[in-house]
């Protein structure tokens, strides 16, 4: 690295300058400025004891955001994906029976990462954006008899909210725990852990809690550490083992790992920005901007892919107009006013954009300006209104 | 969250306020203020252009803290035992042979990570804080023909440097693969993958780096990329599967999870400060007041755990005077003047300190700060100077 032989890193790398977007995707999604401000904050020692009560702070602001009274809330080192992970590696054992809801692309991420662990994985198969009725769901936990079942509660992929309480009460019956994916509710949404009687939920912080992506916070119920307390293997996975996390995060505070400090400052921060507002009033606030936002959406003459009774307030799938290419205009709406929207993928790849309006952006002001973009990137393709 | 009946989240939740303190554990370590703003930037998607294009500036930034020219850099998403974990769960298959040079916390660490993944483990055992001679090292491989080699360069419980060259050359010899825990010593010391030999490193953002915790960056040699892509089973984790994240990363750019966007803004900051610098230019500051740091804490007539050939720079095991209690000391340096330094566990336990010395606080005038504070935290536990 002699500075006269190499170009030297200012000539090679430029100065970090990210552009302004407008994140109206799935998530990551806008971030408060304070939150912001909480991760340049400087850093503790992860065993320093104002971490560890920093810590407590947001294991008990996590369980507003998630309708939990007991049991226990702790947080994964990794993104949401690793919450899902964790729930698998810790509670499907290599062998058991683990009964899958399958209508979309994160029920399939939930399905893979089981067999992967050795489970016997069984799945109700639908189209991705249709949801299971009760008696669907009952039949067919009733049927399996699995040890474990998993859904989605708000199904990324597709758009679709799928109710729990049916299957929560089914599985329970037949003496399984259940998993619910809360990746894209927490937050944007009621989770209502306690009234659905779930027993593992794991969720991030990009999408509802309108913080960076890094970090995936989890709630498992008095019967669901029960289960883990009794397990007598060990999971496969060391980095994911709750039992262990649990410990350092909330018993005996011994050291696991090295905590992502800045990044629990800035879940910390999201959560109080969400406290102060009201975790109600901002999901009245969602609901508020949802309804105008489909509204305008009609309007247009565009539909929605999913019906109006099964529908995520946050996560909006607009069906592609035909003769369109959702990739044009995605690219145009990013190049143009900095604006980010998802297309869809698997069976819906060209079918739908993936439109979020949560946290920040749900407010009048800034729909109209989505909303009059999105307009012209359309009609700039093809589309006559 | 009613704000006449509860109240209200102001009320209970102090404004984020961490204490200054000045790390001189081994790690999270001293974060230079260019990284802070950095980590405050404005968030763009995991699949936005210009996303992709910094994650290739972390790789080819990362080289050069390597010592690497050809084969694959990336970033976990997750910490330095995230990386751990991938190391393990992507080379070493279940029923696999894995030898472990075992001489502290983190090769027993390596050992059970590969245990729970289904591996067959040897280990080579020796005290916390010795090392193996090129001999010992060549003849346990020979012995044992396994199909994975572990050691941890740096080991942060005991402060030893253990050499590579031998171990890598008497694994490939015997068809091995070789994967070396980097932890501590990426961008404090040479890691020197290329002229090691080694086949697969990992490390972290807090110690060498000078960066907040949350990232786990990793080397993988051509040898062991062909390897992964001749690899016919899946590993057990998802999450940590190298070839989809490589795909993610440098290939396709095709979704796996969503990169903390965050924290890759900060380590690119990290390592432009680094290249900035030079990163001889640093490691020779490190040797510096290393050798700085050894004078004067003898002078203060204390002693080194570890002999002064295999010492890590960064990371001094100093030994605790007999009568002294460790905890008091630390626990005095921690409330006083805002200082963190470690203590030892397992067999170190109570016997060492543990102190870094590294990027921002490897400079005279911090170095003699520190030391008069240590100097005075002994004395009044006790330790007649």
């Not at 890193?9 to 970090?16: D, G, I, V, W, Y």
């Not at 799935?26 to 810590?55: C, E, N, W």
């Not at 662990?117 to 299971?132: D, H, L, S």
Request: charged share 20%; aromatic share 10%; net charge neutral.
């Amino acid at each position: 690295m002699s500075a006269i032989s190499q170009p030297s890193a200012r000539e090679l790398f430029a100065p970090l300058n990210p552009p302004q977007r407008y994140l109206f995707g799935p998530g990551p999604t806008m971030v408060d400025p304070r939150v912001y401000q909480a991760l340049s904050k400087p850093i503790v020692g992860h065993l320093d004891p104002y971490f560890i009560d920093m810590m407590q702070d947001v294991q008990e602001l996590l369980k507003t955001a998630f309708g939990f009274k007991s049991g226990s809330t702790l947080v994964i080192s990794g993104t949401g994906s690793a919450g899902m992970e964790a729930s698998v590696a810790n509670f499907v054992e290599p062998g058991a029976k683990f009964a899958v809801f399958a209508n979309g692309y994160f029920s399939d991420r939930l399905t893979e990462m089981a067999r992967r662990n050795g489970a016997n994985v069984v799945r109700f198969e639908k189209a991705w954006g249709e949801t299971f009725s009760d008696a669907e769901a009952s039949d067919f936990i009733r049927r399996e008899k699995p040890a474990v079942v998993g859904y989605v509660h708000a199904e990324t992929s597709t758009g679709a909210l799928q109710e729990g309480q049916a299957i929560c009460a089914a599985a329970h019956d037949a003496g399984a725990l259940v998993i619910a994916d809360c990746v894209t509710s927490l937050g944007g949404l009621p989770v209502e852990f306690d009234r659905t009687a779930i027993d593992i939920a794991y969720s991030c912080t990009q999408k509802g809690l309108s913080c960076p992506p890094g970090l995936s916070p989890m709630a498992l119920s008095p019967r669901a550490m029960d289960w883990l307390r009794a397990r007598t293997t060990s999971p496969r996975s060391w980095y994911l083992d709750l039992k262990l996390i649990h410990d350092y995060s909330t018993v005996s505070h011994r050291y696991h790992h090295t905590a992502p400090i800045s990044m629990f400052y800035a879940l910390r921060e999201a959560l109080l920005v969400i406290a102060e507002e009201g975790i109600e009033n901002r999901w009245e606030r969602h609901r508020r901007f949802h309804r105008f936002f489909v509204r305008e959406i009609e309007a247009m003459g565009l539909h929605m892919h999913v019906p109006a009774s099964h529908r995520i307030p946050t996560l909006n799938t607009v069906l592609v107009p035909s003769g369109v290419d959702d990739g044009k205009v995605r690219k145009r709406l990013l190049e143009g006013p900095g604006i980010e929207i998802a297309g869809g993928f698997g069976p819906l790849a060209g079918k739908v954009f993936r439109i979020g309006v949560m946290g920040p952006l749900a407010t009048e002001e800034n729909l109209k300006f989505f909303l009059a973009e999105f307009k012209k990137a359309l009609k700039a393709e093809g589309y006559s209104i």
